[in-house]
């Protein structure tokens, strides 16, 4: 089956600190991958998604996320972490031949002034 | 450009009763989709329209759900009755069609927020 995995519920970063939000993934086929943001009362905002090419991809706020295929994984990235970063991150990714998303349960960043 | 819009943003109603959600995709978007996260869960799809016609619903719970797009404008989801286990977010999002799925950005909605007592 195919499926997204979001190892941790929680992370905590300094402000100023590089941060890591990590994201697996088994899709059968070509994976197509997205990472989401959700800031408070907000919706979900598109940040960054890999499709083809170059391994690393960079995305919106200086976000970045590293497309493994070894690994099976697709890591959100960010060199210096801002307080304003604080928000719910989510990883999909595209089921194959079909349009819809499957997403993961979701990482709540925390960044500490 | 105006984004997807949702309406209403939060909605409670008690166990039995019907809710209608409404949602408005990106202009000259064809492709709308709806999702829906319940607690501290994973977002998950519930369907997807192509212009008026429903595509894909394999994610549609039961048939207390009612999802429309008439005239491929705006989409409304019913739930009726609303059951306790409704409860959640629900998101919608629309996408351009670029002909081969996975090419197109799905862009959401704010999210309706619906409790069921």
């Known amino acids: 089956a195919q499926s997204v995995a979001q190892p941790e519920d929680q992370v905590n970063v300094a402000e100023g600190n590089p941060l890591t939000v990590k994201c697996t993934y088994s899709?059968?086929?070509?994976?197509?991958l997205f990472w989401y943001v959700q800031y408070p009362n907000r919706g979900l905002q598109f940040l960054l998604k890999?499709?083809?090419?170059?391994?690393l991809v960079k995305g919106s706020y200086g976000f970045e996320a590293e497309f493994n295929k070894s690994q099976t994984s697709f890591h959100l990235k960010k060199p210096s972490a801002l307080v304003s970063d604080s928000a719910l991150y989510f990883c999909?990714?595209?089921?194959?031949?079909?349009?819809?998303?499957?997403f993961g349960t979701g990482t709540r960043l925390k960044v500490l002034a | 450009e105006a984004g997807v819009t949702q309406f209403p943003s939060h909605s409670v109603i008690e166990k039995g009763q019907t809710v209608t959600l409404r949602c408005d995709p990106i202009?000259?978007?064809?492709?709308l989709y709806w999702y829906r996260r319940v607690m501290g869960k994973e977002i998950k799809f519930l369907l997807h329209?192509?212009?008026?016609?429903?595509?894909?619903e394999s994610g549609m719970p039961n048939n207390r759900f009612l999802a429309e797009r008439t005239g491929g404008t705006y989409s409304t989801l019913k739930v009726q009755p609303a059951e306790l286990e409704d409860s959640g977010v629900y998101f919608c999002?629309?996408?351009?069609?670029?002909?081969?799925?996975?090419?197109?950005?799905?862009?959401f909605g704010p999210g309706t927020r619906l409790l069921v007592l």
């Open positions: 999002a629309s996408s351009q069609d670029r002909g081969t799925p996975g090419l197109e950005t799905q862009y």
């Open positions: 899709v059968s086929g070509n994976p197509y």
């Open positions: 890999y499709i083809t090419g170059d391994n």
């Open positions: 999909a990714v595209r089921e194959g031949g079909t349009y819809k998303y499957i």
């Open positions: 202009s000259g978007h064809d492709n």
């Open positions: 329209f192509v212009k008026e016609s429903k595509q894909d």
